[in-house]
T-cell receptor, first 114, second 112 residues
């Protein structure tokens, strides 16, 4: 059972455009939703994260939108740049009970065309 | 500040051999994790540890063994490597329950 579903699998955006990646989760106990960015040959690095008490969080060109009732959250990259070309993973976890790690989506390969 | 180091970075082994992947952190974070990354599957949790001498299985733990005698080290052992264990393995740490998880650079393992 895949608990975090991510789409699209790959995405091509023109430089300056908006990149949008979507995720949906099933476990209502999840209370932490990070996005990770991964460049080839590197480990994932935290990009931005949100908790369910807010509907949106913005850090520079990166924004997370969160819809608790729909159990969905998305990453928006404004003014996308070639340097943003990477694989992006959404993830989720819950802070209660046990020391579980993150449950990841399968990733989105983003290409920003100059 | 080295953060998280993994060794070796690349490893080629044969089916049936025992392989140990090392993970070392300099932050004294309580939590440590092992993930494997495969095309089409994203990252999947193998094992995690909340503290020294406390470990538990993740989603894909079959064929793997871990230990954590010291806070800073969390080795992952493949007792008898199989071709299906060819993957990129990432170690991660987290200071406390509600905080960010940090990933190491990864170990690329090929089982022939």
């Amino acid at each position: 059972q895949q608990q975090v579903k991510q789409s699209p699998q790959s995405l091509i955006v023109q430089k300056g455009g908006i990149s949008i990646i979507n995720c949906a989760y099933e476990n209502t106990a999840f209370d932490y939703f990070p996005w990770y960015q991964q460049f080839p040959g590197k480990g994932p690095a935290l990009l931005i994260a949100i908790r369910p008490d807010v509907s949106e969080k913005k850090e520079g060109r990166f924004t997370i939108s969160f819809n608790k009732s729909a159990k969905q959250f998305s990453l928006h990259i404004m003014d996308s740049q070639p340097g943003d070309s990477a694989t992006y993973f959404c993830a989720a976890s819950h802070s209660g009970g046990g020391a579980d790690g993150l449950t990841f989506g399968k990733g989105t390969h983003l290409i920003i065309q100059p | 500040d080295a953060g998280i180091t993994q060794s070796p970075r690349y490893k080629i082994t044969e089916t049936g051999r025992q392989v140990t992947l090392m993970c070392h952190q300099t932050w004294s974070h309580s939590y440590m994790f092992w993930y494997r990354q495969d095309l089409g599957h994203g990252l999947r949790l193998i094992y995690y540890s909340a503290a020294a001498d406390i470990t538990d299985k993740g989603e894909v733990s079959d064929g793997y063994v871990v230990s954590r005698s010291k806070t800073e080290n969390f080795p992952l052992t493949l007792e008898s490597a199989t071709r299906s264990q060819t993957s990129v393995y990432f170690c991660a740490t987290r200071r406390s329950r509600a905080e960010t998880q940090y990933f190491g650079p990864g170990t690329r393992l090929l089982v022939l």
